[in-house]
C-alpha cells in the first residue's frame, strides 16, 4: 500500500522541509522578490539530472537557464 512505502514517507518528509523553507524565505524577502527568486529551482533539476542522471542538456535548455538566472539577477538586485 502507499502508506507502507518508504518513498511516500520521504516525499513527505521532503515537502515539509520544503515547506519550512520557504516560510523562513518569506521572512527574509518579500514576496515580490522570494517567488521569482523560486524559479531557480528549475536551473538546480537540469544540473542535478545532467550530473547524476547523464541527461541531455540541448542549447536550448542552456539558453533558458540563462534567461532564469538573468531575471533572478535582476530581481535580486531590485530588493536592494
Known sequence: TLLASPWY???LAGLS????CWILALKL???????????LVFVTNLIC????FDEKVANSH?????????GASLVGQTSK
Open 62 to 70: 542552456v539558453i533558458g537557464i540563462v534567461f532564469i538566472m538573468t
Open 9 to 11: 514517507w520521504a516525499s
Open 29 to 39: 524577502l518579500d514576496l515580490s522578490v522570494a517567488h521569482p527568486l523560486s524559479s
Open 17 to 20: 522541509v520544503q515547506t519550512i
Open 49 to 52: 539530472a545532467a550530473c547524476f
